[in-house]
């Protein structure tokens, strides 16, 4: 073999050896999760204030190719409460954040965020509850 063809042989040979590591490393740290949501956003439309708490669950589906983990999910305020479920959310499967919306003293129209923070990219996502409170009912 020439020397010119060692080198190109060579260089071929580190091209795909780098081209490779990269897929390795994502397989040894677990792949990419990937968390679709099914709906982001619900309108609870109008609710009584003295009617007690209003619940909504957003579902979602890791889409994928390593566990979804959601490390929190937090509201823009206390009369908003996010559950999540707290173990890793399988390649394929779905999970669904439970979103809690207190109405009590909160008269009129209203919209909530609940920022989810993730494993995934992006590591934010934002679901959205809407709707207005009925004082009178």
Known sequence: MNSSLKI???ATLLLVVLFLLP???KKKNGGNPVMTMTESTYDFGIIPEKGGPVSHEFEF???G???LVILNATADCGCTRPEYPKN?????KKGKIKVT???KNYAGGFVKNVKIKTNAKPKMKVIKISGT????K
Do not use: Q
Not at 88 to 92: F, S
Not at 133 to 136: A, E, F, R
């Open 61 to 63: 589906t890791n889409t």
């Open 88 to 92: 890793p959310i399988a390649p394929g």
């Open 23 to 25: 897929s390795e490393a």
């Open 101 to 103: 919306f207190l109405p």
């Open 8 to 10: 190109k042989s060579l």
């Open 133 to 136: 409170v009925n004082p009178n």
């Open 65 to 67: 190719n390593g566990p």
